[in-house]
């Protein structure tokens, strides 16, 4: 997997159909939740896209501080169900948090992470806070990873 960091204005249409197609195939498909996915926000965001022989396979957008959360953040973490058995959720999170450094210069993420993937998170060291909550349906906890 080849992954790359762009901006919103970086990305070609072929790249932003194909964010598009993969957050709602995984997102309102796979996890039936009927929701606002083109929310506005991608304007703001660096966009963390995982190609494999030019097909997008993972996916993540990352905020700098203020632009979702106080602190800076990671979300729409996405992989596709066939290419899950090669771990590229790790790879892209990885490159996200290398990237939160690297393009906001910060070091504490908020994210907003469905509570069956709180091992996932733990893993890459984020830690949760709070309480459970519901969000579009599906049971959510705060993590941060400092």
């Keep these: 997997m080849v992954v790359s960091v762009k901006s919103f204005k ?14 709602s195939e995984i997102f309102v498909v796979e996890q039936n939740c009927v929701y ?5 926000k991608d304007f703001k965001a660096f966009h963390v896209l995982g190609y494999k022989d030019n097909n997008l396979v993972a996916y993540t957008r990352i905020f700098k501080p203020g632009d979702y959360f106080k602190e800076a953040s990671i979300g729409r973490v996405v992989v596709k169900k066939s290419e899950r058995k090669h771990k590229y959720g790790y790879v892209i999170m990885q490159e996200s948090i290398a990237a939160v450094k690297e393009h906001l210069q910060e070091t504490t ?3 907003s992470a469905q509570k069956y993937l709180l091992k996932f998170y733990n893993n890459l060291g984020f830690k949760e806070e709070g309480e459970e909550y519901l969000e579009d349906g599906i049971p959510h906890m705060v993590m941060y990873k400092c």
Aim: avoid cysteine; charged fraction near 30%.
């Design 109 to 111: 993420i908020k994210i």
């Design 36 to 40: 606002q996915d083109i929310d506005g």
């Design 10 to 23: 970086e990305l070609t249409t072929r790249d932003v159909y194909a964010v598009l197609q993969l957050r």
